[in-house]
């Protein structure tokens, strides 16, 4: 499996968002409720009302939740997935998320992240990395909880953007996003020596012999 190293990292710090798409509309490429997708695309007057009806939306705002609780949603989702993945299972990661989650069937979502069970991703490093979040938990104008970011790793860190619907009282999986990118800076290859050209190098020297040679008398050189 592709596991991903350990990196100390600084809890909590707002990391600018490059890898992550923007608004909810792309993160639900991943993953979206049933009852999303089967809403047909509407004509071109549709659309220009629609927009019109968000132009008037209230602003998200800031969720009022603890470090420690949204270490527990990041991390129980994400960890949940990993375990899916890893399994062919989907039925727990199922049973986490909120009904209009739930109306994805676990074969379905099991066709969703087919292509993260077939290069066998391994996101189990975020039981133990901090988080850096890109998007701080922020209450969106229809009630969901929303955030995303990554967890910073050698050679790979785990990109992610999540939503959760209140349910029960309870914040409930809505919507999941998660890959893989290139993590930090890593030291470059080690240069291999060049080796010099025998050609170049001269005639070897001779080995050792065990035969006496004779002493080579030398002649005084006359004036």
Do not use: C
């Not at 299972?89 to 994805?104: C, E, H, I, K, W």
């Not at 066998?120 to 955030?147: K, R």
Request: charged share 15%.
């Amino acid at each position: 499996m592709r596991g991903l190293g350990l990196q100390h990292s600084v809890p909590w710090q707002w990391r600018a968002p490059g890898w992550r798409t923007s608004g909810a509309r792309g993160f639900f490429a991943a993953l979206v409720a049933i009852t999303l997708m089967a809403v047909a695309v509407p004509a071109q007057p549709g659309h220009a009302q629609a927009k019109e009806k968000r132009v008037g939306q209230k602003a998200a705002r800031p969720a009022g939740i603890d470090r420690n609780g949204v270490l527990i949603l990041i991390r129980g989702a994400l960890l949940a997935l990993d375990q899916a993945n890893k399994t062919g299972n989907y039925t727990v990661l199922r049973d986490l998320g909120s009904p209009n989650f739930q109306a994805n069937s676990a074969a379905q979502l099991g066709d969703i992240f087919a292509n993260q069970r077939k290069q066998a991703l391994d996101f189990g490093a975020v039981a133990v990395l901090e988080p850096q979040l890109t998007l701080l938990p922020q209450i969106e104008p229809n009630g969901m909880l929303h955030m995303a970011g990554f967890f910073p790793s050698v050679p790979l860190q785990v990109n992610f953007e999540l939503m959760f619907e209140p349910t029960d009282r309870q914040w409930k999986i809505y919507g999941v996003s998660v890959n893989l990118t290139s993590g930090g800076p890593q030291a470059p290859d080690t240069p291999v020596a060049e080796q010099p050209n025998p050609a170049d190098a001269g005639p070897p020297p001779e080995g050792p012999s065990m035969a006496v040679q004779p002493k080579k008398e030398t002649k005084p050189v006359k004036p």
